[in-house]
């Protein structure tokens, strides 16, 4: 490892630093070095048989700097140039069990903010309180931090999926749609729950909320090695229980405007050290033991007069974050509730 040699007057102003010797402790770094080493290492390296690279941004870029003229004029042409984070991706795919630890620990602190938020919400607040009452309750209880910039989405806002703006007043009989999740020794969690304002569903709010559930439950199932699926299958299979779930409802569509309006996102991605986790992973991967994924199907009825008048304007998404199991998923979110019963007799329990 080359880090930032220890500096008592550096150190003075920006905090202590944790040095050659300390790396090899705390890191176990079999070899550290000072960063102003690298250069002349680098020609050393330069005789080994492969080199790997990591090139978040593409060889261009790595090559214009000082580095990767010198990788140039000193012959790189001759080295097999293997990609790093390939390799560094396949590992952190499948998770040891002690990552697993800390990622039941992470949503369960996630998981109890989210109770006390929805405890805590009532018309005339807003959504801006709302985001710094899960940040108080997350950090409380041992994140670092928010994991990502939360959606907190009440009313209409909930149909743009990437609303961040969070800072309108929420109102009597509106929904709140919130996708947040702390972090935890560097593990994120990424859950969404959708609640009523004032604590009690209004029939059409219920009745397309029991079909999200009813389709986030169904694909939890699938989470299991047994199942022989990957995330891209599990999709597939979540957009034919939504339609077969709003049927059920008397709310007939067809797969197209499904996907493309309707439920216009994928049903989940990885997690871990990052949210959107190993993030050029295929997901047409079969599930294996130790993953960890998140299901997240969601309906989002536009103003559009194609949907029936008393759906249009919700937008609903229920989120857990699961382990694949070799024949029963873990739920690393089970303690945020997502039951119509549940929910309402938390939310009007202040
Ligand atoms: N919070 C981002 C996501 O759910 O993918
Ligand atoms: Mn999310
Ligand atoms: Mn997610």
């Given amino acids: 490892m080359f880090v930032n040699p220890k500096n008592p007057h550096a150190e003075l102003w920006d905090g202590p630093r944790t040095g050659t010797e300390g790396v090899k402790e705390m890191f176990g770094a079999d070899e550290a070095y000072d960063n102003s080493r690298f250069k002349s290492f680098l020609h050393e390296a330069l005789t080994a048989k492969h080199l790997f690279v990591d090139k978040p941004n593409g060889f261009p870029s ?14 790189l042409k001759m080295k097999t140039i293997k990609p790093l984070s390939t390799l560094i991706q396949q590992l952190r795919l499948i998770k040891s069990d002690y990552e697993i630890e ?6 369960k602190i996630s998981s109890k903010a989210f109770v006390e938020s929805m405890r805590w919400t009532q ?5 801006a309180q709302l ?46 749609l919130v996708d947040a999740g702390g972090e935890y ?52 299979e979540s957009v034919k229980y939504m339609k077969q779930e709003l049927q059920n409802i008397g709310f007939g569509t067809n797969t197209w405007e ?20 190993v993030y050029d992973m295929t997901r047409a991967k079969k599930l294996r033991k130790n993953m960890v994924v998140t299901i997240e199907p ?17 937008g609903i998404r229920i989120e857990d974050n699961v382990v694949i199991g070799a024949s029963e998923p873990y739920v690393l979110t089970a303690n945020a509730p997502k039951e119509i019963i549940d929910i309402e007799h938390l939310c009007t329990d202040k």
């Fill in 62 to 75: 790595l090559l214009s700097n000082e580095y990767g003229k010198e990788l140039i004029t000193t012959g």
């Fill in 102 to 107: 800390l990622m039941k620990e992470s949503g």
């Fill in 123 to 127: 018309p005339g607040y807003s959504e």
């Fill in 131 to 176: 985001w710094a009452k899960l940040e108080y309750e997350c950090r409380m209880r041992g994140s670092s931090m928010l994991a990502y910039v939360p959606v907190v989405a009440s009313g209409p806002n909930a149909l743009s999926m990437h609303y961040v703006r969070n800072d309108m007043r929420m109102e009597d009989g509106q929904l709140v």
């Fill in 185 to 236: 020794n560097g593990y994120a969690s990424d859950i969404t729950r959708t609640w009523p304002v004032n604590g009690t569903f209004t029939e059409p709010q219920r009745e397309l909320y029991q079909v999200v559930l009813n389709v986030n439950k169904a694909c939890i199932k699938l989470c299991t090695e047994a199942s022989n699926l990957s995330l891209n299958d599990v999709h597939h």
């Fill in 258 to 277: 499904l996907e493309r309006t309707l439920y216009p996102h994928h049903v989940g991605h990885y997690l871990g050290l990052d949210v959107h986790d």
């Fill in 298 to 314: 969601g309906l989002y009825v536009p103003f559009d007069d194609r949907f029936p008048k008393h759906y249009q304007g919700i």
